[in-house]
């Protein structure tokens, strides 16, 4: 029986982070009731939708979460409204994973006792790094003391899962601060963390300036490809050091405490994203995955209707192609019986040829009689290795 997995994004921050092109902004309080409106207007709609679409959509979910932005901006009351809502339209299992991103200091006391009432179980705190010159120059507003006060209190707070996000890359980031991060976060005992290698997007103010040039964002202080490399290879043996283990290229976990939500996105189970820019997956009556995503355009999106364009169905060409690059995110890697009996074996024939160049570069590796996954240097490389994969043959 599938389980749904619930996204919800909260597009609302206090203030934009440098590196950061989401689409998130800093926008009034005013906004934050109508956007509970909407989504809860959403959330009443998607059975008919599906039924439209001829989706099927699982009646239980075994995870939530909700993200963006800054979901704890949005007072006591509009996150009951939330979840009251999504507990009307959905079965929520006992056993859910249930988590909410915060970003240290800016957890109100009342909106933490908010969400633990609400069963919240998970809390994935946006740190970025535990060195308050780096945080602030990328625009968080935290320090180290406070990022470590506000896992106190969620712990405090009987919720006990608890993620740490670092970006390995910042302006100013250098071995030994980098190092300190580390230690700090693996210090607090946390059962998951995340570590990105820094991709700044042209669009982003951080990206601009690395464009253009200037000196506000301290673009001239981005350290450079290699080190960012550096930086996120001792980030996995310093974790494996303290029992997170990694399990996909930006996670680690102590056994167990894997994302349950975001192994959905990877293992391609279906899923249901409201709000901003959200993205969602569900399988046709006839099994065929069925994507389909919101406006970016907070305006347009308030404005609706929402989901107007319908869902666009992957061709079995397009299937395979995900199952390749969502599946070798994972450690596990990709299960090649399971792609076999999923698609066909003169497809399985046709990846052959891009899995043995992959191999013989060093990026690929046999992790045992059946499964294939990336090599360290392959994680490093990981979208050209994914690009791969998008010019396979058709399927026959
Ligand atoms: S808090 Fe998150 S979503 Fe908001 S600006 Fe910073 S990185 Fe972007």
Known sequence: MDFLGLYLSIPFCRSKCTYCNFASGVFPAAYHERYVARLEEDLRRIRTRARQWSAALPDAADSIYL??????LLSPALIRRLFTALRREFAITPTAEITVECAPGQLPPDALDALAEAGVNRISFGVQSFIDSEARQTGRLHTRATALEDIARVW??????????LIAGLPGQAHESWFESLGVLTETGVDHASVYMLEVDDESRLGREMLLGGARYHAQQVPDDDQIAEMYTEAIGVLAGCGLAQYEISNFARRGHESRHNLKYWRREPYLGFGLDAHSMLRSRDGAALRFATTDDLEAYLAGPVWAEGPRVLSREEELEEAWFLGLRLNEGVSVAALREE???????????????????GLLQRIDTDRIALTPRGRLLSNEVFARFLAEPALT
């Open 67 to 72: 993200g963006g932005g800054t979901p704890t």
């Open 156 to 165: 405090a707070a009987g919720i006990r899962g608890i993620s740490v996000d």
């Open 343 to 361: 698609f066909s074996p003169v497809a399985l024939r046709n990846c052959q040829e891009t899995v043995a160049e992959l191999e013989a570069d």
